[in-house]
């Protein structure tokens, strides 16, 4: 017993090292491709990012969120929880850089609109996790968010819907304000998804179930969203604990079908930070996603 607590609390430390120190800057691109496309048609490059949760001094995120520009995407499509700072945004703004200058679509997640606070990191193991306390008000710039990137050209999907051309194609999207503080409103934007676009796309932050339907029912093609993290804590081959939300474990992140014996693709992003108070990732990169979206095969 003398060596074994002395070894345990030295692993222990040693592994929340490693997640903090390490595995947090440790960037990673997921590839996929998706058919989803008329025959004859693309392929269309989206970059999909999620959750910066941009502090000031988080410079490797930065650097790299920029080098991303470096992937020629068509589409950039961001799900929100950019910023976690009252002085974050021209940072994150940086950080686009080029990326601004591409099609663009974006909506907020939660931490656009409140700081962070400190918690009992064990409460995230508990299950979803919800505001208690509703503050007088947002008290981070998330108008002053919208505001930069709408002049930049991009379209602010909170309970709107959208149109614009990338890669020749023409692109109908929807999307919805952050489920986790019941902003969303679906029945802003609900109705058949236009069926001569070329393609659908519904964008949210949180996959909720009942909203990720909603979208499916519509006819929307690739659904996009963010906010688990992947589980950002996770147990090697066991996968994560929690998604935070509604979802299943086992699309905590990545491309699945929804529903699951559905036509429509959900991505969700594991999300390129972390909350400032809780600055850790295990068996879970850091990542962004380049969705390489091709034609559907034949049926
Ligand atoms: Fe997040």
């Known amino acids: 017993m003398r060596t074994l607590i002395p070894a345990t609390a030295a692993v222990g430390a040693a592994a929340i090292g490693y997640a903090a120190l390490i595995e947090r800057n440790w960037f990673a691109l997921r590839r996929f491709e998706v058919p989803v496309l008329p025959p004859g048609t693309g392929p269309l490059r989206v970059l999909h990012i999620s959750d910066a949760h941009l502090t000031p001094g988080r410079k490797r995120l930065m650097s790299w969120l920029r080098s991303l520009d470096d992937l020629n995407p068509d589409l950039v499509v961001n799900t929100g929880d950019s910023i976690s700072h009252p002085q974050s945004l021209p940072c994150f703004l940086d950080a686009l850089g080029p990326l601004l200058d591409r099609p663009g679509v974006f909506v907020l997640g939660s931490n656009d609109l409140y700081a962070p606070e400190p918690r009992n990191p064990t409460r995230y193991l508990a299950g979803p996790s919800s505001r208690r306390k509703i503050r007088k008000g947002p008290d981070l710039p998330w108008e002053k968010l919208c505001e930069d990137l709408t002049t930049a050209g991009w379209l602010d999907l909170d309970n709107q819907r959208g149109r614009l051309c990338a890669g020749g194609l023409d692109i109908a999207l929807a999307g919805v304000h952050d489920s986790h503080i019941k902003r969303d409103r679906y029945d802003q934007v ?22 990720l339907d909603q979208f499916a029912a519509d006819g929307y093609d690739l659904l996009l969203a963010g906010h688990t993290h992947g589980g950002q804590l996770c147990l090697p081959f066991f996968g994560a604990l929690v998604t935070n939300c509604g979802i299943d474990r086992k699309r905590v992140r990545g491309l699945h079908r929804h529903p699951l014996d559905g036509q429509a693709w959900l991505h969700v992003s594991g999300g390129l930070g972390t909350s400032p108070w809780a600055p850790a990732r295990f068996a879970c990169r850091p990542e962004a996603s380049l969705l390489t979206l091709v034609p559907r095969g034949p049926g």
């Open 190 to 211: 609900a109705g058949q998804a236009d069926p001569a676009a070329d393609l659908r796309i519904g964008v949210m932050h949180s996959p909720e179930p009942r909203l």
